[in-house]
Every structure is written in structure tokens, then in C-alpha cells.
């Protein structure tokens, strides 16, 4: 059948396509044509998925509102305009002072390490689907964002940032496959390193030395970067969860929970200035109950009233 | 197939492209993502044929890379869906009324575009947990097949519509 021929011809000059720019990318490794044609991309799309976000916010607003336009008609028929009105810009505060709060928490962790930071709005997430975590945000090259900066969060360290266009920033998260991040136990110096294993909840730390004493609910804080590039000093990370006994190997690893939530970020902001002097453990999140080295049998006696 | 339907076939991928990492990536459903992108080029590869899917697969697979949060090596997302793409029309096509074939075949591809960037993951070498990869296989499936329900309507109403009007066009312009 000539057709069938014709179909296949096809399928062979797209899989000859594609199998060229591997190539070519392999090849170039991150720059030229390919980068190129990434920031052309991004200039050009991420407009639109931002006008997408926004639209998203007004459903989620929009969704709320109806609700009560519908209870207020049965009730009282003269209420609903004024109602749908008031409901309307309630919703709205609480999306504000949600995000209003989410910026205190911001300015809070980066007036105790003195950074320097530029506030960010997350557009787009990777779905994770191909094990690797990225999002875009919504600052780039015209805020002084350059490649390599760390992101941080209200809570924590986020990731950093990998590649940047015009108004857009990509930056890869502590959950994907290639993040590594230079960290230590709070309080100590034992040395390790943080990296991301595809899953968002879930980080592995690998202690260099093997007798380090380590165990549940230590505190994980970055060690910082020469220079704070591509990770400040002092930020937290996240607290082990559970310690692998790992005989007869170099290392001893543990797992830990971030302290970001990484499948749903929104606020985050960019460190475009490390603190002069390392913050060490100053920002570290306030112990539940005394610092004491022998673990209390009831874990969260006292729950520290801030913090979200 | 003509000029306006390539044109309303970019069109739906470039809907899939801006919605799936901004308002479905959102939701924070159990288990995976939505993959609307995937479930567009299977829609197309039922209606259209293997042509039309392995086409649509590159042009898709292309944008996942290369669009941000896309962050992986340009080319492997389009072999892998120009695949998936020309399979289910080979598969797939052909007239049908009901709905309930193009929703399983969603879910299947669903599920082989998953296990695929798997294995690409594994071969390329980075330190991946397997842990939930089942719930997320499982999930894969069940909300492609979800999400067919409204795309595949759609799509099968964009070729009808697009369909006799643009073909005299395109003769007269001959």
C-alpha cells in the first residue's frame, strides 16, 4: 500500500528529527542553538502561561463565590447583589492576605540571614512525571537574576535557579534527580550532602563521615557555597525523618523531609546577595521542646505557635 | 487532512503546553499529573490516523522539552510521543461511536508514555525512588482516561467542523 509507505516516511524524517537534536544537545551541552531556542520559547509562551495562572486563581475565586451567590438566593433575594459583592472581595483578601503572610514569612527569613532578595511568583510547575522538578517564576535577567542564585521560600530552601530569560527564570527544585546541596546537621558540623531523589516530600542526606552521630528529627541546614553562589549559607532545609543503618559502607545516609511543601509552591523569592556573615543556625525554626540530647518519649509536647 | 486542522492541531497542543503545568500541576491531585499533552496527541492519532498522531506526538513532545518548566533533552519527549502517536493510529483509528475506545486508549498511553520516561530515567542514570511508581502508573491512567472524556469530543468536533468547508478551499486554491 503506497499510503502505509507514505505514513512510515513520515514517522522516519520526525524520529530522524528528534534523534538529531539529542545530538545536537549532547553535543552543545546547555549553549548555543539548543539554549536559544529555549529563551525564544520562554519568551514567548511563558506570557501566556502566565495570564493561564491568573485565570486559574479567578476559577478558584470564581468556584468560592458561586457557592454563596446560590445559599443567598434562597435566603434573601435583595441581599444578593450586595452579597455576591461582598463575598467577592472576601474572597479576594483572603487570597491576598494568604499571600500577604507568605511574604511576612519571606522577609522575616531573609531580615535574620540580612540576604538580599527579589520576590517571585511561581507560574508554571513540572508535573514531575519525568522524575525531574522545575518550575518557572515569574522574575528574570531584567531583575538581576542570574544563573545559579538559590531560591528560598518562607520555610526553607526551594532550589536554584538554572537557566534565565527575559522576564522568566527556570529553577530546578531540591526534589529533582540532579539537585546536590552542600548541607550540615544543625548545630554540628558534620558535613554531608542533600539530594533529590524525584519525589517531592522526600530528600536523601549522605554524611561524609560514617560514625557521625545523626538521628531523628536532626536539623538540616545548608553549608553554603563559596561566594553563597549557587547556595547561601544558613538556610534550612529540612529535618531527618529516618536514619539508614548502612554497615560497611563509606557513608552513613538518612532521609529528610523538606521543610518546603515542593508540589505546591507559590511565593518564593531569589537571593540576589548572600548575608556578609554566615547566619549558622539562627534560622532554623524554633526546637517543640528543650534542646536536649536525649529525645523525650512524647515528640510534640509543646507545638511552637509560628512557623506554618 | 488541511491547513486548518495542522493549524487547530498546534493550536490544542499549545493548550495542553500552557494548561497542564499551570492548572492542573496545581491541583495537586493524589499520585501524578494530568497529562492533558498526552491525551491531545492520542485524540488526534484516533481521529486522524498514524500520520497525524506521529506528528502531533513531535510537535508535542518538542514544546514539553523546550517550553518551561520543560527542562530535559531536547528530542527524547518527541520520539517517545511520535511513537505513541503513530502506535495508536495504526491501533486506534477508524470510525467508532462509542466513547469508551478512545478512553482506554488514552489511559494506555498514558501509562506507556509513563513507564517510558522511566526507563529513559533509569538508562540516563539519575538517582530516582521507585517507591510510588505504581500509584503514579495507576493515577496516570485513570486521569488520561478522565481527561478524554472532554478532549476527545472536542477534537473529533474540531475535525468534522474543520473538515468538507477548508477542503473546497483548498481546491480552489489549486
Redesign the interface.
Known sequence: MRDSARIRTVLAVLLLISFTLVALELRNSGNGITNSIRNVSANLISPLQKSARGLSDSIQNFGSTWREIRTAREIVKDLESENIDLKERLANTDELRRRAAELDALLKIAGLGTYEIVPARVIAIGSGQDYSWTVSIDVGAKDGITTDMSVISGSGLVGRTISVAESTTLVSLLADPSSKVGARIGGKSELGFISGNGLPGELEFEIFDPLAEIQKGDRIVTWGSEGGRPFVAGVPIGEVTSVKSSPGLLTKSARVKPYVKLSTLDLVSVVVEPPRIDPRDSLLPPMPVADTPIPTPSPSATPSPSEN | MNIYKYLALIVTV?IG??????????L?LPG??P?LVLVIVCCWAITK???VG??A??IA???LD??????????????FL??IG?AI?IVGSGPSRSIVRPLLISGIGATTF?LL??I??LISG????L??FSV?FLT?GIYAAALAVFVYPGIAFLDRRLGPVSRSDELRMQ
Open positions: 499549545l503546553i500552557i494548561f497542564q503545568p499551570t492548572l492542573l500541576a496545581r495537586s501524578a499529573t497529562d490516523g498514524p500520520a506521529a506528528i506526538g513531535f513532545g518538542l514544546l523546550v517550553v518551561p518548566p520543560g527542562n530535559n533533552l531536547i528530542g527524547v519527549a518527541s520520539i511520535a511513537l503513530y493510529g509513563f520516561r522511566t529513559w530515567a539519575s538517582d530516582i525512588a517507591y510510588n503514579n496516570q
